[in-house]
């Protein structure tokens, strides 16, 4: 299978310039959320917005970006039983996630509040 897009969102960004360089390199298209994108912009790396895939806007202070039908069906679908159902939705796949988790474990050993706990679960994307 060749890998044709991309999502990209990560919270430790190093080496997240190179590996999106080096994607982009390949002909693979970058979509990207939130602070990622934003590094990649400013790199002058080409990225698509997620609201671009999800049709919706980011909401909540960040924490719904991605989850979307239109991105999990773009995830999940399989791609030979599923090919024409997801023509037909305009579902177009994205074969590869690179991702990491909000340091939560560091958050926690700070002895921070619930509330500022609560923002290093990384359940939105």
Do not use: W
Request: proline share 3%; net charge negative; glycine share 8%.
């Amino acid at each position: 299978m060749r890998i044709k897009r991309a999502i990209l969102s990560v919270s430790d960004k190093v080496g997240i310039e190179e590996l999106a360089k080096t994607l982009v390199a390949l002909n693979i298209e970058l979509i990207s959320t939130g602070g990622t994108k934003k590094t990649l912009v400013d790199a002058n790396i080409p990225v698509t917005d997620i609201s671009e895939i999800s049709k919706s806007p980011e909401a909540f202070g960040g924490r719904v970006k991605s989850l979307s039908f239109q991105v999990q069906s773009a995830l999940l679908f399989d791609r030979e039983k599923h090919k024409e159902e997801a023509d037909n939705l305009g579902i177009e796949p994205i074969d590869l996630v690179v991702c990491n988790l909000y340091p939560f474990q560091k958050a926690a050993e700070t002895g921070a509040e619930i509330e500022m706990l609560t923002e290093h679960i990384d359940i939105g994307g």
